[in-house]
């Protein structure tokens, strides 16, 4: 009898799931990512996840690559490859563009991590572009950075502040 209501139960959220009554993203993801320029959802597929911290980063919004040595060395290295110094500075200081290590940012979200992913991964109404995969050249899908590469960006810019973005 248990196990008949199991499979009813399973049958059901797999019904609503098709017919989009229910996100199973919604169901593995605690945080829920959005624009920084309107706070619309981003549509970042789950299979962008696709590395423990890039799941754990989904479910909690805390990037465990903060104070990574290894993860700091490949963020600043895509840091400098996407020329984000050109406008941010060599560390996040500030240079054209705001500083990204200070207590006072221009957008107060990039407190967190979450907030900051946010930002780069789909732009500001300021100026940026998005960086994120696909949205970087929106003709070219193999363009941008990849969730678990941004995270290590973040990790880099983090390395140069007091803020971690985990607090």
Same mark, same amino acid.
């Given at each position: 009898?248990?196990?008949?209501?199991?499979?009813?139960?399973?049958?059901? @959220?797999?019904?609503?799931?098709?017919?989009?009554?229910?996100?199973? +993203?919604?169901?593995?993801?605690?945080?829920?990512?959005?624009?920084?320029?309107?706070?619309?959802?981003?549509?970042?597929?789950?299979?962008?996840?696709?590395?423990?911290?890039?799941?754990?980063?989904?479910?909690?919004?805390? +990037?465990?690559?903060?104070?990574?040595?290894?993860?700091?060395?490949?963020?600043?290295?895509?840091?400098?490859?996407?020329?984000?110094?050109?406008?941010?500075?060599?560390?996040?200081?500030?240079?054209?563009?705001?500083?990204?290590?200070?207590?006072? !940012?221009?957008?107060?979200?990039?407190?967190? +991590?979450?907030? !900051?992913?946010?930002?780069?991964?789909?732009?500001?109404?300021?100026? !940026?572009?998005?960086?994120?995969?696909?949205? !970087?050249?929106?003709?070219?899908?193999?363009?941008?950075?990849?969730?678990?590469?941004?995270?290590? @960006?973040?990790?880099?810019?983090?390395?140069?502040?007091?803020?971690?973005?985990?607090?």
């Amino acid at each position: 009898m248990v196990g008949n209501k199991t499979l009813k139960s399973a049958w059901f @959220v797999s019904l609503f799931a098709l017919t989009g009554l229910v996100s199973v +993203n919604a169901i593995a993801a605690d945080i829920a990512l959005v624009s920084t320029q309107d706070g619309s959802p981003l549509n970042i597929k789950p299979e962008a996840f696709d590395t423990p911290v890039a799941k754990e980063f989904l479910a909690t919004g805390k +990037n465990k690559y903060v104070g990574n040595e290894e993860a700091i060395k490949a963020g600043k290295k895509k840091y400098n490859l996407y020329s984000c110094n050109a406008c941010h500075g060599g560390h996040g200081e500030g240079a054209i563009a705001p500083g990204l290590t200070g207590a006072t !940012m221009k957008y107060a979200k990039n407190l967190t +991590n979450k907030g !900051m992913f946010e930002t780069i991964w789909h732009g500001t109404n300021g100026g !940026m572009g998005a960086k994120g995969l696909g949205l !970087m050249v929106p003709d070219d899908p193999t363009e941008g950075l990849k969730v678990d590469d941004l995270l290590k @960006v973040v990790a880099f810019i983090r390395s140069h502040s007091t803020i971690t973005g985990n607090e």
